[in-house]
């Protein structure tokens, strides 16, 4: 098989400095940052006279999220930014987290919504937070087993 992992997810955004700003405090590193353009760039996406922002942010295992915010063309936004679960695409990520508690009263302080927090059995806490433009996190604590 040539597939070897996933390397990144894409999140375009409007206001690129408050989602880096809410990943940092999630516990993601900025890896880097950048601007592309031109046609060669425009050729890949699909797109004419493209100017974007990358910001690249990193799991602390390695795992990436790429976050764009383009300049020209200008973003389209679909649908309302408080989309519920349920809406059709990429709705939310999901984080293994350690003191989940600590982790959801951390990202409200920072602005986050809390939608709803559950036990799922003895295995995991979970919760679902909405950060800057509506973006949906879930947090997952595993449990302690007997």
């Known amino acids: 098989m040539a597939l070897k992992?996933?390397?990144?997810?894409?999140?375009?955004?409007?206001?690129l400095e408050a989602v880096k700003a809410f990943f940092i405090e999630l516990g993601l590193e900025l890896e880097g940052e950048t601007t592309v353009e031109g046609p060669l760039v425009g050729s890949l996406i699909g797109l004419e006279d493209v100017r974007a922002t990358l910001a690249m942010m990193r799991t602390p295992d390695g795992q990436g999220i790429e976050l764009d915010k383009f300049h020209t063309p200008d973003a389209?936004?679909?649908?309302?930014?408080?989309?519920?679960?349920n809406t059709l695409g990429i709705?939310?990520?999901?984080?293994?987290v350690a003191d989940i508690e600590g982790v959801v009263a951390r990202m409200r302080a920072h602005g986050a919504e809390l939608i709803g927090e559950?036990?799922?059995?003895?295995?995991?806490?979970?919760?679902y937070i909405r950060g800057p433009e509506g973006i949906?996190?879930?947090l997952a604590e595993q449990l302690a087993t007997a």
């Open 118 to 127: 559950m036990q799922y059995g003895d295995a995991y806490r979970l919760a």
């Open 76 to 85: 389209i936004r679909f649908g309302p930014v408080d989309a519920p679960v």
């Open 136 to 138: 949906i996190v879930a």
């Open 5 to 15: 992992r996933m390397d990144n997810v894409l999140i375009v955004v409007d206001d």
């Open 91 to 96: 709705r939310r990520i999901m984080f293994a």
